[in-house]
């Protein structure tokens, strides 16, 4: 299954993507920002569970 990470500063925009995506089977990660999405990356690759998009590379302010 492919990985899809959604990184927005607005929930709902993450969900509106993230239900979009699912139906083609993909595995959505979420997270609110750049720093919370590389958190949400490292814990994805040694296995933890995780939430966490497209403003990955946005300040934490943004």
Do not use: F, P, W
């Not at 927005?8 to 239900?19: K, S, T």
């Not at 997270?31 to 040694?46: D, M």
């Amino acid at each position: 299954m492919k990985r899809i990470h959604i990184v927005d500063g607005q929930q709902v925009i993450r969900e509106l993507i993230g239900a979009t995506l699912r139906v083609g089977a993909y595995q959505i990660l979420q997270a609110e920002n750049g720093e919370e999405a590389i958190e949400v990356a490292g814990r994805e690759k040694t296995g933890s569970d995780h939430h966490g998009g497209d403003d990955a590379r946005k300040d934490r302010r943004d």
